[in-house]
C-alpha cells in the first residue's frame, strides 16, 4: 500500500518526505521533480521567503542508480533560512542567556494559533505556527511529483489553473482542458483569461497597499485516467471523497467541488447528468458533458477529473486584526510577520500533487505489483479487456 508522511517546522533545518510502498524500477524524473518545486515557490502575490529559498529535493534512501528499488523513498528538503533562525529554533537547550526574538501570545484570526496553543499546552504560538506553516507543502509537492512521474508512465497527466482570486473568477466553461498546463504556466497568476489576469493583479496590489490578504478557488485537471480507479463499495473507497480530503488537507482550504460541485443543487437532473453516446467508427463510448468531473459512483469514468479548492485569505495580516494576549487577556493587533499577501497560484501546484497522490494510490490499488514491469503487465492486460467490452458487436 502507498503511503506517505511528512515532518519539518518552517524554519528548521529542513523538511521531509518518507514515501512508502512505491513501486521499484521507475526512473526518478529528478528534474521534473525540482520544476514542481519551483512552480509551488512562484506566483504572484508571494512574500520575501521565496527570495531566500531554492527549494529541492536531496534523496537520502530508496533511490539507486537513478531509479527507485521498491524500499521507502526519503526526500529532504533544506530550509536556506535556518541559517537565521538556529537561536529561535534551536534543537540543542538554549544558552544560559540566550534571548529569543520571535515569539508571540497574540493568536491570528483564522490561523491554527490559539487552538494549537491551548491544545498542545505551549505558552507561545512559534512552535503552532511552526508546524502548520504552508512551508510544508514543499514536501506534499515533493511526494506528490514522485506519484506523478508514475502516473505520466501510463499518459496520466496533472495541471491547475486559478479561475478565481478575491471574488474576480473566470469563466471555466470556455476552456479547453488539455491546454490549462501550458497557459497557467504562461501567467504569474496561473489564470487562462488575460483580461481577468490583468485585474486580479491589481487586485493583488491593492491588497498589499492596504495590508490585506486574498484567497480563491483553483482548479485541478486529470488527463489521461483509465475507467475504474477507486470504488462505490464503501464510503472511503470513493475516489472523490479521497480527493476531497487531500484537497483539504492543504492549508487554508476550506471547500472542495467535483465537476459541477455545488453547482448540482441549482439545477434539474436533466442539465446535471452527462448523457451516454457511442461512436461507431471510433468503437468508443462518449459523453456530451462532464459535469460529474469524471467521478461517477466515487469510480474514474474515463473522462477529464475536474477538481476545485477554494482557499481562504492568509490569515497572517499586515493591518492586523483584534486580538487578545492568552495570556494576559488584553486586547492588542493579533501577531504580524512576513508572509504572503495572495498564495492561490501555489496552492493550484500543491493541489496537482495532492490529487497525483491519490491518484497513484487509487493507480495501484486496482493494478498492484511491487515494480514498474509487473504493473504494466496488470494494466495492459486491463486495458485490452476495457476495449474489447467497449467494442461494436460484429455480426
Ligand atoms: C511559505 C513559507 C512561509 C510563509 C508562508 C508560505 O515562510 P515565512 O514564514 O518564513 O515567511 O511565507 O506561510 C504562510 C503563509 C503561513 O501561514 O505559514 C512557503 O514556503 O510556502
Known sequence: MLRFLTAGESHGPGLTAIIEGFPAGVT??????NDQLRRRQGGYGRGARQKIETDTVEYLSGIRFGKTMGNPVTMFVRNADWANWTTNMSIDPLPEGAQL??????????????????????????????RASARNTATLVAAGALCRVLLREFGITIASHVVNIG????????????????????????????????R???????????????????????LGLPVGLGSFSSWETRLDGQIAQALMGIQAIKGVEIGLGFGCADVPGSRVHDPFFYDDAEQRFWRSSNNAGGVEGGITNGEPLIARAAMKPIATLMKQLPSVNVETKEGVPAFAERSDVCAVPA????????????????????????????????YNAYSTRLVQRTAAQSE
Open 200 to 222: 486580479i493583479i491589481a487586485a493583488i496590489d491593492e491588497a498589499k497597499h492596504n495590508g490585506d490578504t486574498l484567497g480563491g478557488v483553483f482548479e485541478v485537471v486529470v
Open 28 to 33: 526518478v524524473d529528478n528534474a521534473f521533480i
Open 347 to 378: 496552492a493550484a501546484v500543491v493541489g496537482e500533487a495532492m490529487v497525483g497522490i491519490v491518484l497513484a494510490k487509487a493507480f495501484l490499488d486496482k493494478f498492484g505489483g511491487d515494480g514498474i514491469e509487473e504493473i504494466r503487465d496488470n
Open 101 to 130: 526574538t520571535r515569539e508571540s501570545k497574540v493568536p491570528r484570526p483564522g490561523h491554527a494559533d490559539y487552538a494549537g496553543m491551548l491544545k498542545y499546552g505551549h505558552d507561545s504560538l512559534r512552535p503552532v505556527l511552526e
Open 167 to 198: 471574488g474576480i473568477a473566470i469563466d471555466t466553461s470556455r476552456i479547453d482542458v488539455r491546454r490549462v498546463a501550458e497557459l497557467s504556466e504562461a501567467s504569474p497568476v496561473s489564470v487562462v483569461d488575460k483580461e481577468a489576469e490583468a
